[in-house]
């Protein structure tokens, strides 16, 4: 698969769920949080990553959308693409068919519960309690948590 065809599958299911396109990522805001979806294309090889970036409200005085995409800091960052690598990587024997179809299960299946869930303040504690997500301190008092 072609990196502009990649690209076009990941815009299209980032549309299924809603989500707006901001430049080159897309995103959704609710009353506690504003949560990134970004696409990264590697340096050294036809890999993609996918980032879940999620800043939980109220927001800095100064953020600033822009510099929030460019950067790998926010309250908490997720690299979905771990959850299922072989999707990413344009060189290996997966066709344009196939990758289509694991693709779109992976955004109805993996990408659209971690969204629902960074959207909210007590479904994050909730992630954080049950799953292998790790809350720093400062973000852990962003939501109340001692």
């Given at each position: 698969m072609e990196s502009k065809d990649f690209r076009e599958l990941i815009e299209r299911n980032s549309k299924k769920l809603q989500l707006e396109k901001y430049k080159t990522t897309y995103y959704t805001e609710s009353a506690d949080s504003i949560v990134f979806l970004v696409l990264i294309k590697s340096n050294y090889s036809k890999n993609y990553y996918l980032r879940l970036k999620t800043e939980i409200k109220p927001l800095e005085k100064d953020f600033n959308k822009e510099d929030f995409i460019k950067h790998d800091i926010s309250?908490?960052?997720?690299?979905?693409?771990?959850?299922?690598?072989?999707?990413?990587?344009?060189?290996?024997?997966?066709?344009?068919?196939e990758r289509g179809e694991k693709m779109n299960k992976f955004f109805a299946n993996n990408v659209e519960q971690w969204i629902k869930a960074m959207l909210s303040k007590e479904s994050i504690i909730e992630k954080s309690n049950k799953e292998d997500l790790v809350l720093l301190p400062y973000t852990k008092s962003k939501l109340g948590l001692k």
């Open positions: 309250d908490i960052l997720v690299s979905l693409d771990s959850e299922s690598p072989e999707i990413f990587d344009l060189e290996n024997h997966l066709t344009d068919f």
